[in-house]
């Protein structure tokens, strides 16, 4: 008993002597770590009152409080080292390290970028879409045209489904198809080549320079994105009507960047941090905007005395059928038409779950809010 006793006391010791030298090394490591923080530019491309830029500087925020002072990411509002529209270009060249942007605003170089954020309308919503991005092949073949295609040093995160993007704000309604022709219109990507099948001229700006616009008679209507973004940069002041609903952007997503030699050259728990990082802030940029977007969108109707109305089934149809047109044009490039089929097997497999599995939330609406839907 005596020896069993001892023998335990001298185990007991043992472990505690190993947990203090554990405990030790505990403390010591982050202090090691901290010593050799590696710090990433990134620049955004949106104003800084945009709630994209709040967005952006959430995902910052998750990635330097994650990486427990080993990486920091300094962020930069749109403009401050590139044109919002060039952080493509900042980032490959690593004139800035990493980027908070959208596909779209670089399909320029190839129109392929646009089929990750804001292609033709297969049914899916942009929280399917990133489904497909993540488990459907989507992201390996984003990777294909990144790394085989554009041969561009850039690695890149796609985050944050967003809703559907308004037919945006005029200063008459849109009462069918044909008030489109020929009205000046902004939009981005290949929306822009969806508005001029229809008969819409169309100028690409970006979000700061859309108002302005629209007071000098360049444009004489416009989309960005969201009522929140829409009011902070103030589209009420210079249309009164926002048509709500539209084909030509019904899926889009944040692409976060960054310089791809500066990504390869971190640790593998820094590179963790920054993919999971995207990955936690997307659902929260997700839940912020339903609370954001909705409050706005009630003060556009209540302060601002907007009028805002539901696009007509006219303007869906038209633009339904100039998809088509387009979709028979784009599939004329090889990797374009495999990025599409690959989209509408995710489509055909995952919306046809969810439309059949779906409860009918309209129902459930009118019946608790008799009236308020009048659409």
Excluded: C
């Excluded at 009630?298 to 100039?322: C, G, H, M, S, Y």
């Excluded at 044009?329 to 599995?357: C, H, I, P, T």
């Amino acid at each position: 008993m005596a020896k069993n006793k001892l023998s335990t006391i001298a185990t007991r010791r043992k472990f505690l002597g190993g947990a203090a030298v554990a405990g030790v090394a505990t403390i010591a490591m982050p202090q090691v770590s901290r010593a050799q923080t590696v710090t990433l530019k990134m620049q955004g491309s949106w104003g800084a009152k945009d709630v994209f830029n709040e967005m952006a500087e959430d995902y910052v925020k998750r990635v330097n409080e994650m990486a427990s002072g080993r990486l920091k990411i300094d962020y930069l509002v749109g403009g401050a080292v590139v044109h919002p529209f060039q952080v493509l270009d900042g980032v490959h060249n690593g004139v800035i390290d990493g980027a908070h942007t959208v596909t779209v605003y670089w399909y320029g170089k190839h129109k392929a970028a646009s089929l990750f954020g804001t292609g033709p309308v297969f049914g899916f919503n942009a929280n399917e879409g990133l489904g497909w991005i993540h488990n459907g092949g989507g992201y390996q073949l984003f990777e294909e045209l990144q790394t085989q295609i554009m041969k561009v040093n850039v690695k890149s995160f796609f985050v944050m489904p967003m809703p559907t993007q308004p037919l945006g704000w005029f200063k008459k309604p849109i009462t069918k198809a044909a008030d489109l022709k020929g009205l000046k219109y902004r939009t981005v990507g290949l929306a822009a080549d969806l508005f001029q099948a229809m008969g819409t001229p169309v100028t690409q700006l970006p979000g700061g320079e859309i108002v302005p616009a629209m007071e000098r008679g360049v444009i004489d209507g416009f989309e960005f994105n969201n009522p929140t973004s829409d009011r902070r940069f103030g589209a009420q002041d210079v249309a009164k009507y926002y048509m709500m609903g539209s084909h030509h952007q019904a899926t889009e997503y944040f692409e976060i960047m960054f310089n791809r030699t500066k990504y390869n050259a971190l640790p593998k728990e820094l590179q963790a941090v920054l993919q999971y990082s995207a990955e936690a802030v997307s659902s929260a940029n997700e839940w912020k905007a339903m609370d954001y977007y909705s409050k706005d969108l009630q003060e556009l109707i209540t302060k601002d005395k907007v009028n805002v109305l539901r696009t007509p089934k006219d303007v869906f149809d038209a633009q339904i059928k100039a998809w088509d047109v387009l979709i028979k044009d784009l599939e004329k490039d090889a990797f374009m038409k495999k990025v599409m089929d690959s989209q509408r097997a995710w489509v055909k497999r995952v919306v046809y779950y969810g439309m059949y599995n779906a409860t009918d939330y309209r129902g459930a609406f009118d019946h608790h809010f008799p009236g308020v839907l009048k659409i």
